[in-house]
C-alpha cells in the first residue's frame, strides 16, 4: 500500500484494449510517492514481450509502495447506444483512478494519462470533471481533493508511470482473451484484422445463428458476419 505521507502522489493511466471486436476493455492506474520505485525496465507494453509484461506486472503488484486500479469496460457498456468509445475511455481512466486515489490526508495528486482523443487538453479536462464529479473515491492513497491531470499522445512512451499502467492494462486484457479462448477455444487476438478472430466469428455463427456474448455486437465487423450469414441464407433460396 502506498503511505499515507503529504508528499505529493504522481500517478498514471493507460488503457488496453480500444479496438478489439472480441471482450472488454481495461484501464490500469499506477500511483506512487516516488516513480523511482517503478521496477527496472517499464516501458510501453507494445514494446514488451508478454512474458516480460507478465513479469513486470507482478513485480508492480507485489511492490507495496505501488498502488495499482483497474477497470474494466465490459462489452455490454461498449454496446450501449447511448454511448460512444471517447466517453467509456475517460469513464475507465476514472475509474481506474478512483481505485488508487481516496479522499482526506492533505495530500495532492499530480495525473498523466494516455491522451485518447485528437486534443489533449479536451481529454485530460474530461477525466478531471469526471474524477471531480466522481467524488467519493475509495483508494489507497488519501488526497485533499488537489488532482492535477495532464493529457499527453504517446505518454506511455515519455513517462514510465503511464508505461507501468499499460502494461498493467495489456496484461489484464491478455488474461481476459486467454479466458475467452478457454471458454469458446481459437479467438485469435479479438482484433478484427486478425484472421483467426474473424474465422472464430464467422465459424461461431454459422453453428448458433447468433454473435458470441463476448464480441460487440455495435462493430462492423460483428454486423459484417451477420450480414454474410443472412446472405448465404438468401443464397440458398
Known amino acids: 500500500m502506498v503511505s499515507h505521507s503529504h508528499r505529493p502522489v504522481v500517478f498514471g493511466v493507460d488503457e488496453a484494449g480500444r479496438g478489439p471486436v472480441l471482450g472488454s476493455m ?20 507494445k514494446n514488451l514481450s508478454p512474458e516480460r509484461r507478465e513479469a513486470l506486472a507482478a513485480a508492480i503488484r507485489a511492490d507495496e509502495s505501488i498502488s495499482v486500479g483497474v477497470a474494466e469496460i465490459t462489452t455490454e457498456r461498449i454496446d450501449d447506444p447511448e454511448t460512444d468509445m471517447n466517453t467509456l475511455t475517460v469513464a475507465a481512466h476514472v475509474e481506474a483512478i478512483s481505485r488508487v486515489a481516496a479522499d482526506g490526508n492533505g495530500n495532492c495528486a499530480r495525473g498523466i494519462v494516455d491522451a485518447c482523443d485528437t486534443s489533449e487538453a479536451r481529454f485530460a479536462r474530461r477525466v478531471s470533471a469526471g474524477v471531480e464529479e466522481r467524488g467519493g473515491i475509495e483508494g489507497e492513497i488519501e488526497i485533499d481533493g488537489t488532482v492535477e491531470i495532464e493529457a499527453e499522445h504517446g505518454a506511455d512512451e515519455t513517462h514510465a508511470i503511464v508505461g507501468a499502467a499499460s502494461i498493467v492494462a495489456k496484461v489484464e486484457r491478455d488474461a481476459h482473451v486467454a479466458r475467452l479462448a478457454e471458454k469458446h477455444g481459437a479467438v485469435g487476438s ?48
Open 26 to 45: 481495461f484501464a490500469a492506474a499506477i500511483a506512487v510517492d516516488d516513480p523511482a520505485a517503478l521496477p527496472d525496465g517499464v516501458d510501453d507494453s
Open 190 to 237: 479479438g482484433y478484427p484484422s486478425d484472421p483467426n478472430t474473424r474465422k472464430f466469428l464467422r465459424e461461431y455463427v454459422e453453428a448458433n445463428g447468433e454473435l458470441p456474448g463476448c464480441a460487440r455486437t455495435s462493430w462492423r465487423t460483428s454486423k459484417d458476419v451477420l450480414a454474410a450469414r443472412e446472405q448465404s441464407g438468401l443464397d440458398q433460396f
